[in-house]
């Protein structure tokens, strides 16, 4: 299946980086079953998709960041191989919204989870203004 060969040249090109000087431990997850379920998640398409077996659009790599060094690196790591990344937070996101279509301009996706990145880091009660991380959802919000 040539979707298939290509797939895992993205994959090979993407792990390459890993192993050239990025300065990051990250888990990275490769198998088709674990790319399907990050991939495809909560609306209805997504689940026709992937009861279909159609996972074109599931990211060639997942990364789990543990802090900011941790995005930093990937997002620079896909720099070097010319990589998309689509961040993944709360699974929250409007129909679509972390679907990596990006066509042949990039040599493969990266999803980047945050969901270990879960704080409020800081609340300006005047101005009514946080700085949080990439998990947090607003009923966690409203609770602190």
Request: aromatic share 8%; charged share 20%.
């Amino acid at each position: 299946m040539a979707s298939s060969r290509s797939a895992k040249r993205r994959v090979k090109t993407l792990l390459t980086c890993t192993h050239r000087g990025c300065p990051f431990q990250l888990s990275f997850l490769l198998s088709q079953q674990i790319r399907s379920v990050i991939g495809c998640r909560k609306s209805y398409p997504d689940y026709a998709r992937q009861f279909l077996g159609d996972y074109r659009n599931a990211p060639d790599i997942v990364a789990w960041a543990r802090s900011e060094a941790d995005i930093v690196a990937v997002y620079d790591c896909a720099g070097r191989v010319n990589a998309a990344v689509i961040p993944f937070g709360g699974g929250t996101s409007v129909y679509g919204g972390v679907e990596p279509e990006v066509g042949s301009t990039f040599n493969g996706t990266i999803s980047l989870d945050l969901t270990q990145l879960d704080t409020i880091l800081e609340v300006d009660k005047t101005s009514r203004a946080a700085r949080i991380q990439g998990r947090i959802r607003l009923p966690a919000m409203e609770n602190d």
